[in-house]
């Protein structure tokens, strides 16, 4: 079993619709996560980190987290095309000093 | 902002040459990390480093090695390239611990012939 399981998509939403992307661990340890954004041929950039349970909002993004399912969500509203990327989860158990990645579920935002 | 660059973006070698690629971070982070990025694999840790002089290996170090002899600077090492080395190579930096966010490069794609 991977440490850190996604979906890999492709995943098609219409512009403005609310796509859903879910990530599962298998460290109950885990204490930090972090979604990333990966455009075509450019490298990953932070969307948002999460800590605790419960719900984080930043924009059009919220972040999901139930440690005790062991699953953490990124819920994107609105949706634009300019949001077709693929998504990478990551955690890190408090003693690590690195992350571990998902192999990533690649969006697609139809106009 | 938080910048890391990268020596390369591009870079073509032959089998059997030593390829070094380099990294700099210029936010006085603590740690500094080195990833290879597969279609269908995700991201990989090959090497990450928490201090000067200081490596740990990730989980697939076979092949590679790295350097840190400054704080800023966290060099990767093919000491005889080979073609399934032919990959995207990513570094990223973060404060310190893996609750920190990691701030990643531009990448290298690297292509041994």
Redesign the interface.
Known sequence: QKEVEQN?GPLSVPEGAIASLNCTYSDRGS??F?WYRQYSG?????IM?I?SNGDKEDGRFTAQLNKASQYVSLLIRDSQPSDSATY?C?V????????T????TQLTVLP | DVKVTQSSRYLVKRTGEKVFLECVQDMDHENMFWYRQDPGLGLRLIYFSYDVKMKEKGDIPEGYSVSREKKERFSLILESASTNQTSMYLCASSLAGGADTQYFGPGTRLTVL
């Open positions: 890999s204490q930090s972090f450019k490298s990953p950039e932070l980190s800590y990478l990551a890190s158990t408090s003693s690590a000093r690195q992350l990645f998902g192999s990533g």
